[in-house]
């Protein structure tokens, strides 16, 4: 590498997050939405998904809709429980390296995400034991409020305006090819997981070898 590493984007759900995708279809065609698998991906929702993710719809008018158009007989609770399976933990390993990690680099979270899904997120994961989630980050970019989601350019440039980071010194980990294409024509050092290494592999070894380049810089 000819530039250390000053910089560390993470993706969410994936990455940071388990995600359980079959667990959330299954709980959503329980409640009788058979047609479910045509909305969830695990990289990329589809439409009323996707509009909560990209911040068109708010959480009321996603259930609304849920309720008129698929579940009439379903509470909001009920949809919300099941919308919710799609996340499943994260390991108090993951925690324990990013509090490490962000005492020598500056650390961001880019998430495709949805207000049910963060709020659950950081009251259940990061917001507990004392610790608030800006001790995990130095900023934070959610898709739906920023009313765009990965892989658009338009999320990235925000983000490396608003943080001033150098792509060029910034390492972009997610897990969706497409997210990871976008990054890299912007110049990103770019890292996709994949199911045979996980990222604990990642954080025990390459990781760290970024790390310890910038003690010594």
């Not at 667990?23 to 959503?28: K, L, T």
């Not at 259930?63 to 609770?77: A, C, Q, T, V």
């Not at 500056?106 to 495709?112: G, I, K, V």
Request: charged share 30%.
């Amino acid at each position: 590498m000819n530039k250390k590493i000053k910089n560390v984007v993470f993706d969410m759900g994936g990455i940071l997050i388990d995600i359980d995708r079959m667990s959330c279809v299954q709980s959503f065609q329980k409640l009788g939405f058979k047609e479910i698998e045509n909305y969830i991906g695990d990289f990329k929702q589809t439409a009323v998904f996707l509009d909560l993710e990209e911040g068109k719809v708010t959480e009321n008018e996603f259930y609304l809709f849920i309720k008129n158009n698929f579940l009439p007989s379903r509470s909001e609770n009920e949809i919300k429980n099941a919308w919710l399976s799609f996340l499943s933990e994260i390991s108090d390993y993951k925690l324990n390296k990013l509090i490490h990690l962000k005492q020598n680099v500056r650390t961001y979270l880019l998430s495709n995400t949805n207000p049910i899904h963060f709020e659950w997120v950081k009251g259940s994961f990061f917001e507990k034991n004392g610790k608030q989630i800006t001790d995990f980050f130095d900023e934070i970019f959610l898709s739906y409020e920023l009313k765009i989601s990965k892989p658009n350019k338009e999320i990235f440039d925000f983000m490396i305006k608003k943080a001033e980071i150098n792509p060029q010194e910034t390492l972009f980990i997610d897990d969706g090819e497409n997210n990871i294409k976008t990054a890299s024509e912007l110049g990103f050092i770019c890292y996709q997981p994949t199911t045979n290494t996980g990222l604990e592999e990642f954080f025990e070894k390459d990781l760290e070898k970024f790390v310890d380049e910038i003690k010594t810089s």
